[in-house]
């Protein structure tokens, strides 16, 4: 079974899609999944951390009607994006998050806010050795092709491309695969 929903592809078979349901369902019973529930399910407990914040970012950009739920077509287009999706899609979509203001540029101060949700994300377990200016700078240096100080879709793309850090960087993977994948085991 084949679905488009907002570009994104949902190639999944019948079977596939009724596990998730019924899945969905023991979840939330209600059939719309809530940002509380959302963060609970990755084990997030304060309201002021990081890692909140990134969730609530990640949340809204998949909740497409924005009415603060993610019913259950957008909880399998999420799942397919994160856990099929081909980097295009995931760097689109990634975009859209680093866009705030949804113009379809990136300036810094956009570009500089995802940087130190991550970068604390990321101190925190040791994984950086650069403060979030320097990555900033780094990132507009390698991206920003005609040096106006935005960073354009085809720039990011074309930045992702080129370089595996400046990928690694933009793509945005969000480790919340282990709850789906420990609850739905079928998702090749």
């Known amino acids: 079974m084949a679905q488009q929903r907002d ?16 899945i969905f369902l023991k979840q939330c019973p ?27 970012t990640i949340f809204r950009s998949f909740d497409t009607n924005q009415d603060n739920t993610l019913d ?8 397919n994006l994160i856990l099929r999706g081909n980097l295009e899609d995931r760097l689109k979509w990634s975009f859209k998050l680093y ?8 300036d810094r101060q956009e570009v500089t806010r995802i940087i130190r949700i991550l ?47 400046v990928r690694d960087l933009l793509k945005l993977d969000v480790n919340i695969g282990g709850w789906v994948i420990q609850n739905c085991t079928k998702i090749p």
Request: proline content about 1%; hydrophobic content about 35%; charged content about 25%.
């Open 72 to 79: 259950f077509l957008e909880y399998v287009s999420a799942l």
């Open 7 to 22: 570009g994104l592809s949902t190639e999944m078979d019948s079977a596939q899609i009724q596990e998730l349901c019924i």
């Open 119 to 165: 970068y604390k994300i990321k101190l925190q377990r040791g994984e950086i050795d650069m403060t979030p200016s320097q990555i900033c700078d780094r990132l507009f240096q390698l991206v920003d092709q005609n040096n106006d100080g935005q960073i354009s879709l085809a720039e990011f793309m074309e930045g992702a491309q080129k370089d595996e850090w």
């Open 30 to 56: 209600s059939g719309a999944l809530h940002l509380h529930e959302f963060k609970r399910i990755f084990g997030v407990q304060s309201g002021s951390s990081e890692e909140s914040i990134f969730l609530e």
């Open 99 to 106: 866009d705030k203001d949804g113009n379809g540029k990136l």
